[in-house]
Every structure is written in structure tokens, then in C-alpha cells.
């Protein structure tokens, strides 16, 4: 099964992209047009708004062994160009900015997917790709798939992720071939990218040097991951 690095929307098309999707945020919620813009996945270039991309998880993918992890004691942290490990996830790539744009706070991801097991990790990585193709990591949120199906806050100034205790009554058992809905953020962080970069969301089911492989023991893995049905949602401006 073929990875897919799915071109979107590009920054003049965030707007009507917001538009398209506002119906899944209840009326009542309001969002300043200048905090938030939508990405969703999949969706420039003619691609359809709809279908699945199947995603053989690599549990080999790594964030290495100088993320934010590893470093909480005082060491620097260093994550490396990521282009090649790229390779190993499943990408969702805008087109270039045609103009500078500021993220301050948390992303917030909402996933619709349907695994091939009866539980997993997901992991949704934000990356800023420079003109030459470095591939820059911004922000990361990673979730059991067990701790699915809570819905997203509703606050005052929008959206934001479930308070999860991560307890076991928490937990919410699936069976394997079904959807499932996932709304998790991902660390906050405020960068200016340039005109000319391009954002990107990275999916991935490993973080082979971080965490222990979920499940625990299988050949193969696969996440399908419903465009029509997935976002970020991206504090920016």
C-alpha cells in the first residue's frame, strides 16, 4: 500500500476552507476569522473531498533520541531535517505561502480513521518545508486509539481538546475495521514561517525511539484516514 503526501489548500484558500468546514463546529461557537484556520486534508489540485488513504504504519518511524522526550533533564533539543523520515508517514502537504503567517498557540487535530486492530497509537505532527526541502518540525500531538470518541471543549473563544484523565474507565474499547473519531491537541508553540515555505501535517501509528509500539505484537498495521472527516485546526494569522 502506497503512502500518499496529499497537496491541500493553500493560504489564500484557507478562508474558504474554514467556510466549508464550519458546519462541524456547532453554530453557537465563535472563532475570530484571524485565529484559526482550518486544514483539511486532501483537498487541492481537484483531489476529492472524500475517500480514504490507507496508511501502513512504519513502526520503525522515529523522532530520534533528542526530541522533547528525550531532553526534559537539561539537554538540547534537536530535531534533524525530517524529509526522510517523512517517507515513512503519511503527509499532507499545502502549497507555498504566498505570504508570511504567524501560529501562536495550540493546534487541535480531529482524526477520523479506521484501524486495522483493536488498538494503536496515533501520532500528528505539524512541519514547516523550506523552498529547498527541509523539512522543519514545529509542534506534535500523539493519542491512544483507545481514548477515542470524547468530543472536542466548546469555549467562549472556540474549540479546544478534551480534558482526558487517561484512566482505564476512560478508555473506550473499538472493534478493529470500525471508525473512529480522535480530537487531541498538539503543543503549543508560537513561529513565524515565511512566503515561499510550505505547512505540512504528518501522520504517523510509531515513534520508535519514544514509546513502546502499540500494539504490542502484529505484522501489520493499517490506519485508513477519512479526508472528508479530518482536520487541523491551526492558530494562525
Do not use: C
Not at 491541500?8 to 462541524?24: E, S, T
Not at 453557537?28 to 486544514?39: D, E
Not at 500523539?142 to 481514548?147: E, P, Y
Not at 501489520?220 to 479526508?227: G, I, L
Amino acid at each position: 500500500l502506497a503512502r500518499h503526501d496529499r497537496q491541500h489548500v493553500d493560504a489564500d484558500a484557507f478562508a474558504q476552507r474554514r467556510k466549508l468546514l464550519h458546519r462541524r463546529r456547532p453554530a453557537h461557537v465563535a472563532r475570530s476569522p484571524q485565529h484559526a484556520a482550518l486544514v483539511g486534508l486532501g483537498q487541492a489540485q481537484g483531489e476529492p473531498s472524500h475517500g480514504d488513504d490507507v496508511y501502513d504504519v512504519d513502526f520503525t518511524a522515529t523522532t530520534g533520541a533528542t526530541n522533547r522526550w528525550h531532553t526534559q533533564l537539561g539537554a538540547p533539543v534537536i530535531y534533524a531535517d525530517r524529509a526522510t523520515h517523512d517517507g515513512k508517514l503519511l503527509t499532507y502537504t499545502s502549497d507555498q505561502l504566498r505570504r508570511a503567517i504567524e501560529i501562536t498557540g495550540a493546534p487541535l487535530a480531529h482524526i477520523l480513521l479506521t484501524p486495522s486492530q483493536t488498538d494503536g497509537a496515533l501520532f500528528a505532527y505539524l512541519e514547516g518545508v523550506a523552498p529547498d526541502g527541509r523539512v522543519i518540525y514545529l509542534s506534535e500531538g500523539v493519542i491512544r486509539l483507545s481514548f477515542n470518541g470524547l468530543a472536542p471543549a466548546e469555549t467562549g473563544a472556540g474549540m479546544s481538546a478534551p480534558v482526558r484523565a487517561f484512566t482505564r474507565a476512560e478508555a473506550r474499547p473499538f472493534v478493529a475495521g470500525t471508525p473512529i473519531a480522535l480530537a487531541f491537541s498538539l503543543s503549543p508553540i508560537s513561529v513565524v514561517l515565511p512566503a515561499g515555505y510550505r505547512l505540512r501535517i504528518a501522520i504517523a501509528g510509531a515513534d520508535a525511539q519514544t514509546f513502546e509500539r502499540l500494539p504490542a505484537s502484529g505484522a501489520s498495521v493499517q490506519y485508513a484516514v477519512d479526508r472528508a472527516g479530518s482536520f487541523v485546526d491551526v492558530p494562525m494569522r
